[in-house]
């Protein structure tokens, strides 16, 4: 085997290895109290501390959020390593898209004009919806949280680590030439050693003295110009949690839009046992608990009145009447029915009445209605339930 060892220097190397032998004696010293150290100002330990605690909180945010976004752990490392190889992440479906292929299948054997098979393969394709709304939600979180504060750590703090390993490694060194001021100040007066008379070591160690404390006091104000900057990244970081929020938010939302739309088409397909919407459900019990007195009333809020109504559902229907649909209407959220032109469904007014909507009953949906899009057919012929 040829080695090359024309860019070898040995005295270099038994330098570098002797003043690391010196520092770590040094340190030693220091911990031992058998030497005197130069300590840093209190505004410097200030910021320094600051600087351990976020990076120690950012870590561990960081680390949970990742757990919370993939809870496989094997799959967050086989991520990291694509990542760091600059390699496209592997395409795996989640455990929602795994059970809602599963339903799909299970409902065509059973069959689809089976209740159980149609009520399967529309739960099926809901979970598939989730299972989107999932990946969306993890690569959305991960662009707008978890990269920027990990590129943080990766950056800006192994800067302030390595500008601070720095800065102790120059106050090792105007350390050891304070320490060897004082030593060539009490060889004052004693002979010559090695042809270099006392006076005139002194004369140099406090020339080194000098450039040593000019190399701290640079290295100082660098390090402490990186550690101010932990305030801007801080409100960076405050931002990246905002957009972590509005992304949580919208996560949420839409999967609460999939069920609701779920919990539609399941009470449409009706059967033997059909299927009840759990809002109404719930809304029913409050509602016999409560009585027909406890509804919000804020009259000059329409939008507040429909909101109160649908989970209170403080509606007389008791009697109802018929009504046509003049135009279809898709509705807007889980408390309103869709609606078919020209189809006839039962009506009701809202207590308190609403100028925009009434309570409507279609099968066994039962939701509000816009005014505008029914016309009343019998005034006179009430339908008791």
């Known amino acids: 085997m040829n080695i090359n060892l024309s860019n070898f220097n040995m005295k270099s190397l038994v330098k570098e290895a002797g003043s690391t032998i010196s520092r770590v004696v040094q340190l030693t010293e220091e911990k031992l109290g058998t030497t005197e150290r130069t300590e840093y100002d209190i505004h410097f330990q200030n910021l320094a501390e600051r600087a351990d605690v976020t990076k120690s909180w950012t870590e561990k945010i960081v680390r949970d959020a990742e757990s919370v976004l993939i809870p496989n752990p094997q799959n967050r490392v086989e991520d990291y390593i694509f990542e760091k190889i600059e390699k496209s992440k592997p395409k795996r479906l989640s ?24 009520a399967l393969i529309k739960v099926g394709q809901a979970e598939q919806k989730l299972g989107q709304c999932e990946h969306d939600f993890i690569a959305t979180s991960g662009i707008c949280f978890t990269q920027p504060l990990r ?18 490694t120059k106050r090792l060194d105007l350390d050891a030439c304070k320490n060897r001021v004082k030593k060539a100040r009490s060889m ?14 002194l004369e140099q160690a406090e020339r080194d003295l000098r450039v040593a404390q000019a190399e701290f006091d640079r290295q100082s104000e660098i390090t402490k110009l990186l550690l101010d900057g932990i305030s801007t990244s801080q409100a960076s970081h405050l931002r990246h949690l905002h957009a ?28 033997p046992t059909p299927y009840t919407p759990i809002d109404l459900l719930e809304a029913a019990k409050s509602s016999a608990a409560g009585g027909m007195g406890g509804g919000a009333r804020n009259p000059g809020n329409n939008s507040q009145q429909k909101a109160n109504q649908s989970m209170q559902l403080n509606v007389a229907t008791d009697q ?25 469904i039962f009506v009701t007014e809202c207590s308190p009445v609403n100028e925009d909507y009434m309570y409507g009953k279609q099968g066994l949906m039962k939701g509000l209605v816009p005014r505008a899009f029914v016309e009343m057919l019998d005034e006179e012929q009430k339908v008791d339930f």
């Open 151 to 168: 590129k943080f750590l990766e950056g800006e703090m192994k800067t302030i680590s390595k500008e601070r390993g720095l800065l102790e």
């Open 95 to 118: 455990n929602l898209e795994h059970l809602a292929l599963d339903m799909i299948e299970a409902g065509g054997d059973f069959g689809q004009d089976m209740p159980y098979g149609q």
């Open 188 to 201: 004052l007066g004693q002979q010559s050693k090695d042809g270099i008379s006392p006076e005139a070591a």
């Open 320 to 344: 109802m009447q018929r009504a046509r649909v003049l135009c279809s209407y898709d509705a807007k959220d889980h408390t309103e029915l869709n609606l078919s032109a020209n189809e006839v």
């Open 244 to 271: 972590f929020i509005q992304t949580q938010v919208r996560y949420y939302k839409q999967c609460g839009d999939v069920m609701d739309q779920l919990q539609r088409e399941l009470a449409n397909l009706g059967g």
